[in-house]
């Protein structure tokens, strides 16, 4: 099968410092991906290695099967027929919304021109706008310009790096699903760079996590949250907390909150000690006089729920969900009842164990 974007163990240094180790990873025809991490993990140094920017110390990029970047190979940028969409949407302010959008054009003939600015106006909702000028636009049409300009030449592969941060946030994660409904209307293949896992959930078919240089898990949102394959990626992927567990048997595990039975991965063994993963949503508040007894010592107002940070009796914090109905105080104690689909066990070396509960 080829691959519109395919790394291969793609490594990059500065001088004798790494800064990305041996990331593979594949994205399809017209799909979406994102690099996702906190600041300086390397995903914006490997992004730019995609672009060309960048030269790998080992390993290949690969575009629509041709590889671009190697120990021995460094196709130009210009050549790889990639688009790049910028922070600060580098507009030229001079030139009018059709001429930004128009600037990568200028080989094709005038009437092919015309007609792709149409378009690409139309797609991204600005028609009837395109004599006005970037400083007249909103953030967030100026953003759509940047994007229909980074667009209109059809490049092989788009790269976008943290193109939200300079909006306000509760416009981020509203734009970057507009933004992936423009993206696949017009089949364009884009990989995005963010530290926001809310505008990576909103705009990825695919989303990589990344820390300290190295890719943790390319993956689907959903399994990324149900199931992290490291430690890491379930610590920066929503909310959680990971307990100290030992394996009771070959069917169950001793947490802080009991006995849990679910069937362990082979070779564990009775004694074993593991760490066990427990989202907010896991545990639901009940009425019900038995269950697990808790004291609230946090409590952050969501609107449709509250965020309720508990304390066990042996000292053990963590999170709970609660609609914002089920209103309790701080120094309340509650009963609460365990509800978890999947046990996610994680070994001492921060791997996850594959277990089905």
Same mark, same amino acid.
């Given at each position: 099968?080829?691959?519109?974007?395919?790394?291969?163990?793609?490594s990059?240094?500065?001088?004798?410092?790494?800064?990305?180790?041996?990331?593979?990873?594949?994205?399809?025809? *017209?799909?979406?991906?994102?690099?996702?991490?906190?600041?300086?993990?390397?995903?914006?140094?490997?992004?730019?290695?995609?672009? =060309?920017?960048?030269?790998?110390?080992?390993?290949?990029?690969?575009?629509q =099967?041709?590889?671009?970047?190697?120990?021995?190979?460094?196709?130009?940028?210009?050549?790889?027929?990639?688009?790049?969409?910028?922070?600060?949407?580098?507009?030229?302010?001079?030139?009018?919304?059709?001429?930004?959008?128009?600037?990568?054009?200028?080989?094709?003939?005038?009437?092919?021109?015309?007609?792709?600015?149409?378009?690409?106006?139309?797609?991204?909702?600005?028609?009837?706008?395109?004599?006005?000028?970037?400083?007249?636009?909103?953030?967030?049409?100026?953003?759509?310009?940047?994007?229909?300009r980074?667009?209109?030449?059809?490049p092989?592969?788009?790269?976008?790096?943290?193109?939200?941060?300079?909006?306000?946030?509760?416009?981020?994660?509203?734009?970057?699903?507009?933004?992936?409904?423009?993206?696949?209307?017009?089949?364009?293949?884009?990989?995005?760079?963010?530290?926001?896992?809310?505008?990576?959930?909103?705009?990825?078919?695919?989303?990589?996590?990344?820390?300290?240089?190295?890719?943790?898990?390319?993956?689907?949102?959903?399994?990324l949250?149900?199931?992290?394959?490291?430690?890491?990626v379930?610590?920066?992927i *929503?909310?959680?907390?990971?307990?100290?567990?030992?394996?009771?048997?070959?069917?169950?595990?001793?947490?802080?909150?009991?006995?849990?039975?679910?069937?362990?991965?082979?070779?564990?063994?009775?004694?074993?000690?593991?760490?066990?993963?427990?989202?907010?949503?896991?545990?639901?508040?009940?009425?019900k006089?038995?269950?697990?007894?808790?004291?609230?010592?946090?409590?952050?107002?969501?609107?449709?729920?509250?965020?309720?940070?508990?304390?066990?009796?042996?000292?053990?914090?963590?999170?709970?969900?609660?609609?914002?109905?089920?209103?309790?105080?701080?120094?309340?104690?509650?009963?609460?009842?365990?509800?978890?689909?999947?046990?996610?066990?994680? *070994?001492?070396?921060?791997?996850?164990?594959?277990?089905?509960?």
């Amino acid at each position: 099968m080829t691959y519109q974007l395919e790394l291969e163990d793609a490594s990059v240094r500065f001088d004798s410092l790494p800064v990305v180790r041996q990331v593979s990873l594949q994205l399809s025809q *017209g799909d979406i991906g994102c690099l996702l991490g906190p600041s300086g993990c390397g995903k914006t140094t490997l992004l730019r290695a995609i672009a =060309g920017f960048e030269p790998l110390h080992n390993g290949r990029i690969a575009l629509q =099967g041709k590889t671009v970047s190697s120990e021995r190979v460094m196709v130009a940028p210009e050549r790889r027929r990639v688009g790049m969409v910028f922070q600060d949407f580098a507009l030229f302010p001079h030139l009018s919304i059709a001429d930004n959008i128009g600037f990568g054009l200028r080989d094709r003939s005038a009437g092919e021109r015309r007609q792709r600015i149409r378009d690409l106006l139309k797609l991204v909702g600005l028609t009837g706008q395109e004599k006005q000028h970037p400083h007249q636009l909103s953030g967030g049409q100026q953003q759509r310009v940047a994007l229909a300009r980074a667009m209109a030449p059809r490049p092989e592969i788009l790269l976008l790096d943290e193109p939200f941060s300079a909006l306000d946030p509760e416009l981020r994660t509203q734009l970057a699903a507009e933004v992936r409904t423009l993206l696949k209307e017009d089949g364009i293949t884009a990989i995005l760079v963010t530290h926001d896992q809310s505008e990576a959930f909103a705009m990825a078919d695919h989303t990589g996590v990344m820390n300290q240089g190295q890719l943790h898990q390319w993956d689907s949102s959903y399994n990324l949250y149900h199931h992290p394959a490291t430690t890491f990626v379930a610590d920066f992927i *929503g909310r959680g907390t990971l307990f100290p567990i030992q394996v009771a048997d070959r069917n169950s595990i001793d947490t802080p909150f009991g006995l849990l039975s679910g069937k362990l991965p082979p070779p564990l063994e009775p004694g074993d000690k593991l760490q066990l993963l427990i989202r907010p949503d896991d545990l639901h508040l009940t009425t019900k006089p038995e269950g697990i007894q808790a004291r609230i010592i946090e409590q952050l107002f969501q609107g449709a729920d509250f965020l309720y940070t508990l304390q066990l009796e042996d000292g053990n914090r963590f999170q709970c969900l609660a609609p914002s109905h089920q209103r309790h105080q701080t120094g309340d104690r509650v009963t609460l009842k365990l509800d978890i689909q999947d046990l996610v066990l994680f *070994g001492g070396d921060g791997l996850a164990l594959e277990s089905r509960s």
